[in-house]
């Protein structure tokens, strides 16, 4: 069964550094997603991205985020500069279809990102 | 805010019993998924159940959604200890596009 991969599973940093963590959606996939879960915390939703540009994006999701599709089939987050309460579970999603009342999101495995 | 809540936050059952997690949100949906995620793992999506929709069944699940009350219900019958997990309710705003709200989750024990 097709399914959302995310890579690394864990990624640790210092600081300062910029980080980017991939995804390979599901191929006939259309939207994808980015979302985080701080340790005990909610799932949050950062990023929405469609037709190689963002559709939605949360208050959370600020410039020191970005998301790139670079090539057919990968989808990234890049983080510029990392705060510690960067440190999180983040989450790639992917839908079929053109909007998600009729489509399940698909979750990747996860990237865990420890910032020190 | 849309966000989902769960209820309870924690339920301690025995393999075999029938386990029930609510879900309650606050403004009008498209539509409701319910995710587990397994301790410290990603989301694995269980089933969707549009707004316009009173009930849905898959395998041993069953999500009710009483829009009125705006609340759903999952219902996982002849519980096993592989259920042990936490259940998410993510609700989809209407007129919102594809933001989808995470509630706090619901974290099942089964006892074997």
């Known amino acids: 069964e097709p399914e959302v991969t995310q890579t690394p599973s864990h990624q640790v940093t210092q600081m300062g550094q910029e980080v980017i963590l991939r995804c390979v959606p599901i191929?006939?996939?259309?939207?994808f997603y980015w979302y985080r879960q701080i340790l005990g915390q909610k799932v949050e939703f950062l990023v929405s991205?469609?037709?190689?540009?963002?559709?939605?994006k949360s208050e959370i999701f600020d410039d020191q985020f970005s998301v790139e599709r670079p090539d057919g089939s990968n989808f990234t987050l890049k983080i510029r500069s990392t705060k510690l309460e960067d440190s999180a579970m983040y989450f790639c999603a992917s839908s079929e279809g053109t909007g998600a009342i009729w489509y399940e999101q698909y979750f990747g495995p996860g990237t865990r990102l420890t910032v020190t | 805010s849309q966000q989902g809540e769960e209820d309870p936050q924690a339920l301690s059952i025995q393999e075999g019993e029938n386990a029930t997690m609510n879900c309650s949100y606050k403004?009008?949906?498209?539509?409701l998924q319910w995710y587990r995620q397994n301790s410290g793992r990603g989301l694995v999506h269980l089933i969707l159940i549009r707004s316009n929709e009173r009930e849905k069944h898959s395998g041993r699940l069953r999500v009710t959604l009483d829009t009125s009350k705006k609340s759903s219900s999952l219902l996982i019958t002849a519980s096993r200890a592989a259920d042990t997990a936490s259940y998410f309710c993510a609700t989809l705003e209407a007129n919102t596009g594809n933001q989808f709200y995470f509630g706090t989750g619901t974290s099942l024990t089964v006892i074997p």
């Open positions: 403004t009008s949906i498209n539509n």
């Open positions: 191929s006939n996939h259309l939207y």
């Open positions: 991205f469609y037709n190689n540009e963002i559709s939605e």
